[in-house]
């Protein structure tokens, strides 16, 4: 039994709930979903995480009416009970990535010859569309650029022309730059309001408007600063340290590289980084001598994946980019994202097999 700590109305038909579920808490990250059966009504029904604390072993999770179970569930209150809570069950934009990687390679790699032709460009677009925009409508900003960069990649590499690109780019730069002036303006399209003050208060960090919004940031620019050269030591235990400090609210995560930084030092930052770029090598070196187009594919967009989103993550720990929350590969926590990226380099690494493959007559 999980007991419900506070009940609340957010607005029309969406409610949010403070649950004591430790179990779930020590497992969780924010944006998963977990499923939850309650003895009132006996169905499991779909929630979102949207918060959690650890040491008091909450869980925050938020849900909307949209049928009978979760109409009887908005009238639980705080004291009421959950029977069963089945958790976490991942975060599905992570494998969103892995799939698109694999069907795109698969289109394109059958359409080569004809990438060029706005029908082909047309039904790649398509094909992307759907699992987009539902991870842009989660709202999930940051993944969906990572997902449209390594979309982009992939469709390099299948050899679209030069022509496409410029037109791109040239529709693309000034769009980009209207979406910022009217983000000034206050009209916002596209963008809920806390993505569009992120990019603000990145433009305008020096501004008092924008403090609290970058307190993260600058805490964790501070802890990657103080680990100088070689750092304070691995799992240090002192007060000065930003993570023993709760300077960071999300240390295991988002601003991994800032522990990294801090605990580590330079040495250890560069060598995190130079890791990462002898992945993203070996996988443009197997890209380079796959067997077939769709293991070139396969092991390109990988590599656009793992370069973007661990650029992503240290950009944004080191001030470069808005604050954002994006995991750093194989290092941040959170098992949706480990998970699907040891099955994306598994499957690169079965492309690199493949062309040592020798039928046996």
């Given at each position: 039994?999980?007991?419900?700590?506070?009940?609340?109305?957010?607005?029309?038909?969406?409610?949010?709930?403070?649950?004591?579920a430790p179990r779930v808490a020590?497992?969780?990250?924010?944006?998963?979903?977990?499923?939850?059966?309650?003895?009132?009504?006996?169905?499991?029904?779909?929630?979102?995480?949207?918060?959690?604390?650890?040491?008091?072993g909450l869980v925050t999770i938020?849900?909307?009416?949209?049928?009978?179970?979760?109409?009887k569930m908005s009238e639980l209150?705080?004291?009421?009970?959950?029977?069963?809570?089945?958790?976490?069950?991942?975060?599905?934009?992570?494998?969103?990535?892995?799939?698109?990687?694999?069907?795109?390679?698969?289109?394109?790699?059958?359409?080569?010859?004809?990438?060029?032709?706005?029908?082909?460009?047309?039904?790649?677009?398509?094909?992307?569309?759907?699992?987009?925009?539902?991870?842009?409508?989660?709202?999930?900003?940051?993944?969906?650029?990572?997902?449209?960069?390594?979309?982009?990649?992939?469709?390099?590499?299948?050899?679209?022309?030069?022509?496409?690109?410029?037109?791109?780019?040239?529709?693309?730069?000034?769009?980009?730059?209207?979406?910022?002036?009217?983000?000034?303006?206050?009209?916002?399209?596209?963008?809920?309001?806390?993505?569009?003050?992120?990019?603000?208060?990145?433009?305008?960090?020096?501004?008092?408007?924008?403090?609290?919004?970058?307190?993260?940031?600058?805490?964790?620019?501070?802890?990657?600063?103080?680990?100088?050269?070689?750092?304070?030591?691995?799992?240090?235990?002192?007060?000065?340290?930003?993570?023993?400090?709760?300077?960071?609210?999300?240390?295991?995560?988002?601003?991994?590289?800032?522990?990294?930084?801090?605990?580590?030092?330079?040495?250890?930052?560069?060598?995190?980084?130079?890791?990462?770029?002898?992945?993203?090598?070996?996988?443009?070196?197997?890209?380079?001598?796959?067997?077939?187009?769709?293991?070139?594919?396969?092991?390109?967009?990988?590599?656009?994946?793992?370069?973007?989103?661990?650029?992503?993550?240290?950009?944004?720990?080191?001030?470069?980019?808005?604050?954002?929350?994006?995991?750093?590969?194989?290092?941040?926590?959170?098992?949706?994202?480990?998970?699907?990226?040891?099955?994306?380099?598994?499957?690169?690494?079965?492309?690199?097999?493949?062309?040592?493959?020798?039928?046996?007559?």
């Amino acid at each position: 039994m999980y007991k419900i700590v506070n009940a609340e109305c957010l607005a029309d038909k969406i409610y949010l709930m403070d649950v004591e579920a430790p179990r779930v808490a020590r497992a969780c990250q924010p944006g998963e979903f977990v499923i939850v059966k309650m003895d009132e009504v006996g169905e499991r029904i779909p929630l979102t995480i949207c918060d959690f604390d650890r040491e008091k072993g909450l869980v925050t999770i938020v849900f909307q009416i949209v049928g009978a179970s979760t109409l009887k569930m908005s009238e639980l209150q705080a004291g009421d009970a959950f029977q069963d809570f089945v958790g976490p069950l991942g975060q599905p934009s992570e494998f969103v990535k892995i799939g698109l990687i694999l069907i795109l390679a698969n289109f394109l790699s059958r359409n080569r010859d004809k990438i060029n032709e706005p029908k082909t460009l047309g039904m790649t677009a398509l094909i992307c569309v759907l699992p987009v925009g539902m991870v842009y409508l989660q709202p999930n900003l940051s993944t969906t650029i990572v997902i449209c960069f390594m979309i982009l990649c992939m469709v390099y590499v299948a050899g679209i022309s030069y022509k496409w690109i410029a037109g791109a780019v040239a529709v693309g730069v000034p769009g980009f730059a209207a979406l910022i002036y009217l983000s000034l303006q206050g009209f916002i399209p596209f963008l809920q309001k806390y993505q569009a003050q992120r990019i603000m208060g990145k433009i305008f960090h020096s501004s008092s408007e924008f403090t609290d919004l970058n307190r993260q940031q600058d805490n964790s620019m501070m802890a990657i600063g103080s680990g100088q050269l070689r750092g304070k030591g691995l799992f240090n235990n002192t007060l000065s340290s930003v993570k023993n400090g709760n300077f960071l609210s999300e240390e295991q995560t988002d601003f991994i590289f800032a522990v990294i930084g801090e605990e580590l030092g330079f040495v250890g930052g560069v060598a995190v980084i130079a890791l990462y770029a002898l992945l993203v090598y070996e996988c443009l070196w197997i890209a380079a001598r796959a067997k077939d187009t769709a293991g070139r594919l396969i092991a390109s967009g990988m590599a656009a994946l793992l370069a973007f989103q661990s650029f992503a993550n240290i950009a944004v720990a080191t001030g470069i980019f808005p604050n954002t929350g994006l995991p750093l590969p194989f290092i941040s926590s959170g098992l949706s994202s480990l998970l699907s990226m040891f099955i994306g380099m598994g499957v690169v690494l079965n492309v690199g097999l493949q062309r040592n493959n020798v039928t046996v007559q």
